[in-house]
């Protein structure tokens, strides 16, 4: 998975000092957290960290009932039988099938 960093928020948080005749690069942290809307990822990888988390991910669903009635809205609206096709498809082939025809498109 690519990050990509603005310049400006490693002008922000970086500075160089001149070491042994070169200057190195220096940070005031080396961990920094980002909001959701800060982040952007490529489909593929959003496929990857579904897989991943899957049963994670299902557990919140589950457990909120305003996320589990979107789902069933979402799967409703398009004429998803949660008992046919892929749901079926045990051990998460259908995700991995779907990154695979996104990464071939």
């Not at 909001?35 to 990857?48: K, P, Q, S």
């Not at 457990?63 to 008992?83: C, E, H, P």
Request: proline share 2%; hydrophobic share 40%.
């Amino acid at each position: 998975m690519i990050v990509t960093i603005p310049y400006r928020f490693i002008e922000e948080h970086a500075w160089c000092e001149k070491e042994f005749g070169e200057y190195l690069p220096y940070a005031e942290d080396a961990t920094y957290e980002f909001g959701v809307d800060e982040c952007e990822f490529e489909y593929a990888d959003l496929i990857d960290i579904v897989i991943e988390y899957f049963d994670d991910i299902v557990d919140i669903i589950l457990s909120d009932k305003r996320l589990t009635n979107a789902l069933v809205k979402k799967m409703r609206s398009r004429k998803i039988d949660a008992f046919m096709n892929d749901a079926k498809d045990e051990g998460g082939n259908a995700l991995k099938n779907r990154k695979n025809e996104v990464t071939q498109k």
